[in-house]
């Protein structure tokens, strides 16, 4: 099972159906849970900071923690593969997060495993849960040797 940690609302209708496409074709042990936590009610820094704190409130300390921030290092499909497959062999939870409009504060940075960024453009966070989704589905047809990836 892959966690993955969201501030903001429930997934648009256009956003759930291309995560439902992708989902339905995960198996375990890559089938997700997703967590959507509330916007905080205050801005900038504050907002970073609360938001972080109800993050950190869902992640246990054997969870493989995997950070979606644009300051992240860029990763291929095949080693964001890689990265999820040895957490696999090692029995950890993995968790994947996508912060808020203001981001995630340095405590986040600090107990993840790995901080990843998608792109150097900036992503509506919507968006960004579809994205996620087709690269978990991408990863598991990458360590089970399938097709689906043209390397």
Not at 95 to 115: L, M, P, Q, S
Request: glycine fraction near 6%.
């Amino acid at each position: 099972m892959i966690r993955i940690i969201c501030v903001g609302k429930k997934h648009e209708s256009w956003i759930s159906a291309g995560v439902e496409r992708y989902e339905s074709r995960l198996k375990k042990p890559f089938t997700l849970e997703w967590v959507l936590l509330p916007h905080s009610a205050k801005q900038g820094v504050q907002a970073r900071v609360s938001e972080s704190e109800a993050i950190l409130s869902r992640i246990s300390s054997n969870d493989f923690v995997i950070v979606l921030d644009e300051i992240g290092t860029s990763l291929s499909s095949t080693d964001f593969a890689q990265k999820i497959s040895t957490a696999q062999m090692h029995a950890k939870n993995i968790v994947c997060i996508i912060g808020g409009a203001y981001g995630v504060d340095d405590t986040i940075h600090e107990r993840a495993d790995v901080v990843i960024s998608l792109s150097r453009l900036v992503f509506p966070h919507q968006l960004v849960r579809l994205i996620l989704s087709e690269q978990l589905y991408r990863a598991q047809e990458i360590v089970a040797g399938r097709p689906y990836h043209h390397s």
